[in-house]
């Protein structure tokens, strides 16, 4: 069992959204928090919500273009000491089909929601080794168990990243490192808001389904017990979830159809 008591929790993408409630439900149990994002004063908002604010360290940064993850890597342990428990949350949607994205968007995408979360991964993992313990939670979709038109890029990201922490979990599991692919729905964020669309720009709308969605404090409640309990991978949603068993039974050509009239925005 891992317990948030007393740790030191890493944050990103934890100025709003799944990442904002995680922190507050993490400083509910007790943990020292280091939150990123590039919105300075959205973190001071999220830090001063919580119940111990000098336990809150705010790490500005913005991972499109982290150069170089060691030396943020060393800004976040600086704080508290080490870093127990990195939660890869920050990530960048999209809402474009395959014709309407461009390279740069693609490149974009796979640096925010893939090369992000394996950089500072990657930074920390030698001093988790070194003393035996440590937790690196990713925060990725049901679109990385799934495929569906318009989420070209962000599914390959989501994917990407399960073949990577699958791979480093046979690797480090025995050496006391955990891991923990939480896998959310649809959710109350700003996802959609701030997805590329077909011009580059933010989408700027909130899809039907988003604002349907599962409150933010529900997602963050549910992923923490997933940590506590030492769970690999948990799928976070509703109704949506059938999707990810219509993907892994049914034939192929019967989920390409069964995706092809779902009415995601």
Known sequence: MTQLAGKVVWITGASGGIGEALALAAAARGARLV????????????????PQPDQVALLPADLERIEDAQVLAARAQAFFGP??????????????????T?????????????????????????????????????????????????????????????????????????????FTLACPGFVRTGISVNALGPDGRAWGTVDADIGQGML??????????????????VV???????????????????????ARRLKVS
């Open 35 to 50: 939150l990123t994002a590039r919105r300075s004063a959205e973190l001071e908002r999220v830090r001063a919500a919580c």
């Open 83 to 100: 870093v127990d428990i990195l939660v890869n949350n920050a990530g960048l949607s999209q809402r474009t089909t395959t014709l309407e």
């Open 102 to 178: 461009s390279i740069e968007a693609y490149r974009r995408l796979l640096e925010i929601d893939f090369f992000a979360p394996v950089a500072l991964t990657h930074a920390l993992l030698p001093e988790m080794v070194a003393r035996g313990s440590g937790h690196v939670v990713v925060v990725s979709s049901v679109f990385g168990k799934i495929a569906m038109a318009r989420r070209t890029g962000y599914a390959a990201a989501k994917h990407a990243l399960h073949g990577f922490f699958d791979c480093a979990r046979i690797e480090l599991g025995d050496r006391g490192i955990r």
């Open 216 to 233: 933010p404090a529900t997602c963050a409640e549910r992923l923490w017990r997933a940590v506590e309990r030492d769970r690999y991978e």
């Open 236 to 258: 976070i949603a509703g109704r949506e979830r059938i999707a990810v068993w219509f993907k892994r039974f049914l034939p192929l050509r019967w989920y390409t159809a069964f």
